[in-house]
Structures are given as structure tokens and as C-alpha cells.
């Protein structure tokens, strides 16, 4: 009898270590399933990263040619306004001209 009672302990124990290996793999696998999808998303946020980094290179490209445009457009600003004054001037100078060959003319007629 005391067979038998060790022989059925032994198969219960074997039955029990069955389940238990069975468990411990059904785990492995949910551990493996969670590990792929882990390392998908980690694969997701490294493309992410690459894309923020692509874009602030981008942004920071821009802001260097709005640079560039903002002083090529007031250094044009300064040289239309310079522009400006210069043909003011030779306006000036130019009625200043006609006024004393009207006068010129004038004196002639008068004179003649």
C-alpha cells in the first residue's frame, strides 16, 4: 500500500510539475508577445525622434533665411531711401535750374 500511495504522490507531483512548466510557458509566450510590441514601439518612438529632429533642423533652417531676408530688406529699405534722397536732391537742383533759365529768359525778352 505504501506503493501505491508513493507511486500516485509521485504521479500528482509530475501532473503538478506539468501544469506548472505549462503555465511558466503560456508566460513566456504573453512575455514574448509584450517584448514585440515593446520593441515595436520603440522602433515607432525612434522614427518620431528622427522626425522632431528633421523638423527642428528645418525650423532652424527657416529662421536663418528669414534672417537673411529681414536684413537684405532693410539694407534695400536704406538704400531706396537713400535712393530717394539722391533723386530729391537732383530734382531740387534741376527746378532750381529751370527757375534761373526762366529768369535768363525772361531778362532776353526783356532786354530785346
Not at 514585440?36 to 536663418?64: F, K, P, Q, V
Amino acid at each position: 500500500m505504501q506503493n501505491e500511495d508513493t507511486e500516485k504522490i509521485l504521479i500528482a507531483i509530475n501532473e503538478f510539475s506539468i501544469k506548472v512548466e505549462e503555465r511558466f510557458e503560456r508566460m513566456d509566450d504573453r512575455f514574448d508577445g509584450i517584448d514585440r510590441r515593446l520593441d515595436g514601439i520603440d522602433h515607432r518612438l525612434d522614427r518620431i525622434e528622427n522626425t522632431i529632429s528633421e523638423i527642428r533642423h528645418e525650423l532652424s533652417e527657416i529662421d536663418r533665411r528669414l534672417e537673411m531676408l529681414e536684413n537684405r530688406t532693410r539694407e534695400d529699405s536704406n538704400a531706396l531711401a537713400e535712393v530717394a534722397v539722391d533723386l530729391r536732391n537732383r530734382l531740387s537742383i534741376a527746378e532750381r535750374n529751370i527757375k534761373e533759365l526762366q529768369i535768363r529768359l525772361d531778362q532776353q525778352k526783356v532786354a530785346a
